[in-house]
């Protein structure tokens, strides 16, 4: 994902670091790898309802990009 970001973005996406960062970070707590402790049943739940919201949270931040680019007519933005 990260990937994909700095392409669309560049340097734009410097504000988007922390939530990057929390959404990396939840990814890896929600799955641990081979021999990393699985969060119980009850923090398993809790920390995805945080991913949500960072995902929100995230998803809200790319659409205003989004718009911003579309409003000057940057190309590669999808449908004008």
């Known amino acids: ?13 410097a504000g988007m670091g922390p939530f990057l960062e929390e959404l990396e970070q939840g990814l890896a ?9 699985r ?3 009850e923090a398993q739940q809790a920390s995805r309802a945080e991913l949500t919201s960072t995902l929100d949270t995230l998803e809200d931040v790319l659409e205003a990009f989004h718009r911003s680019g579309r409003a000057r007519n940057v190309t590669g933005w999808g449908e004008r």
């Open 1 to 13: 994902m990260q990937r994909l970001i700095d392409e669309r973005f560049g340097t734009g996406r």
């Open 39 to 41: 969060l119980a049943p």
């Open 29 to 37: 707590v929600l799955l641990p790898g081979p021999g990393d402790a």
